[in-house]
Every structure is written in structure tokens, then in C-alpha cells.
């Protein structure tokens, strides 16, 4: 695919994210409102450890960065074919 489209794509690999701009996009609540919590997976502490270093490598290499958000998302760590 990336041959076939490769007039789109840049040679260049990109390292992080773009730069934050004066505009910050929000979903407005409606005032009042309760934002409904659901509960995190439970994890051990190993599934646990791999998340917080992937995070945080991710965040170094600024591919992703601190969320402004009020809400927080479960997450789930699936093992790969290798038992990694």
C-alpha cells in the first residue's frame, strides 16, 4: 500500500507530535452533569509495570502526550503469539 501511495507519503520519518496550537478542542458537558466513571480492568502487577513503561516511552519519544480530559478509559494489555 505505501508503494502504491507513496507520492502521499513523506520520506521523512517524523519524530513526536505536532506542536499544540492556541486552539484546544472540548466536548462541553452539560453543567450539572455527572461524567460516569467505569471501573479499570483488573491487572497484575507485571501487566501493570508494562503499561506504565510503555507509557512512558511512548511519552518520551512524544508520540503521545498528557491528556487534558476529565474522563479516563479502561485499558487492556493483550499477550502476543510469543507470550510477550
Do not use: W
Amino acid at each position: 500500500m505505501l508503494h502504491e501511495f507513496e507520492d502521499v507519503f513523506s520520506d521523512e520519518i517524523l519524530s513526536g507530535l505536532p506542536p499544540i496550537k492556541g486552539i484546544k478542542h472540548q466536548i462541553d458537558l452539560v453543567s450539572g452533569s455527572a461524567i460516569h466513571y467505569k471501573p479499570a480492568y483488573i491487572s497484575n502487577l507485571g501487566e501493570t509495570n508494562e503499561l506504565q513503561m510503555q507509557v512512558e516511552e511512548l511519552m518520551l519519544k512524544n508520540y503521545i502526550r498528557e491528556s487534558i480530559s476529565p474522563c479516563v478509559i479502561p485499558r487492556l494489555l493483550v499477550p502476543k503469539k510469543d507470550g510477550t
